[in-house]
């Protein structure tokens, strides 16, 4: 069973930074697509960065901003999030897919960003 876990939300001032992991167990990394997203209030979920063997792709709201790597521990990836804005502002989940099977969502990790 596919299960993920996500750390690292918090408080932070615009322009600070903040680093997500997500704990993975019961996949085979390699295989897939790992992936964050992010919901705001009253908006919908979005990509905000993935991560697959062939390289990495990011949302256009972020790009130069935040970086989504490997972990050095096994099965987990994390998202280093500088420069924060208001805007990112969000509920921030973890999110695994093979191919077209169904994903795997983590329980999300609040981030909150304060003038």
């Known amino acids: 069973q596919v299960q993920l876990v996500e750390s690292g939300g918090g408080l932070v001032q615009a322009g600070g930074s903040l680093r997500l992991s997500c704990a993975a167990s019961?996949?085979?990394?390699?295989?897939?697509?790992m992936a964050w997203y992010r919901q705001a209030p009253g908006k919908q979920r979005v990509m905000v960065a993935r991560?697959?063997?062939?390289?990495?792709t990011y949302a256009d709201s972020v790009k130069g901003r935040f970086t989504i790597s490997s972990g050095s521990a096994k099965n987990t990836v994390s998202l280093q999030m500088n420069s924060l804005k208001l805007e990112d502002t969000a509920v921030y989940y973890c999110?695994?897919?093979?191919?077209?099977?169904?994903?795997?969502w983590g329980q999300g990790t609040q981030v909150t960003v304060s003038s």
């Open positions: 019961g996949i085979i990394f390699s295989i897939g697509t």
């Open positions: 999110n695994f897919r093979v191919g077209t099977s169904p994903p795997t």
């Open positions: 991560i697959t063997s062939g390289g990495t």
